[in-house]
Nanobody
């Protein structure tokens, strides 16, 4: 059974850096043709795709505005990470890590989501 679990701070101050980690179990993040993405949902809005890292290690990012600083992975821990610098209150959202066989599109696996609030 594939499971994804987000971890990171629930509260971040404006201008600070947000780092979120997704720990994947049940499948290797290097499995051929799998892509691992971050999506977020701001309060009262729809889902926003932030970016992805593929099975080969290639990273894909949403165009501006709000392109992530980086999406990286640690294959030894079967984790991938989202980093956003200089956050603002507009980055407040529930962040989900997801996985599937497409960079954009239907995802097979979802984390439970983690609420990140940007506030002083």
């Amino acid at each position: 059974q594939v499971q994804l679990q987000e971890s990171g701070p629930g509260l971040v101050k404006p201008s600070q850096t947000l780092s979120l980690i997704c720990t994947v179990s049940g499948v290797s993040i290097t499995t051929d043709y799998y892509y691992w993405s971050w999506v977020r949902q701001p309060p009262g809005k729809g889902l926003e795709w932030m970016g992805a890292i593929g099975y080969s290690g290639s990273a894909y990012y949403r165009p501006s505005p709000r392109t992530p600083t980086s999406i990286s992975r640690d294959t030894s821990k079967n984790q991938f990470t989202l980093k956003l610098t200089s956050v603002s209150p507009e980055d407040t959202a529930v962040y989900y890590c997801v996985g599937g066989r497409e960079v954009l599109g239907a995802y097979d696996h979802w984390g439970q989501g983690t609420l990140v609030t940007v506030s002083s």
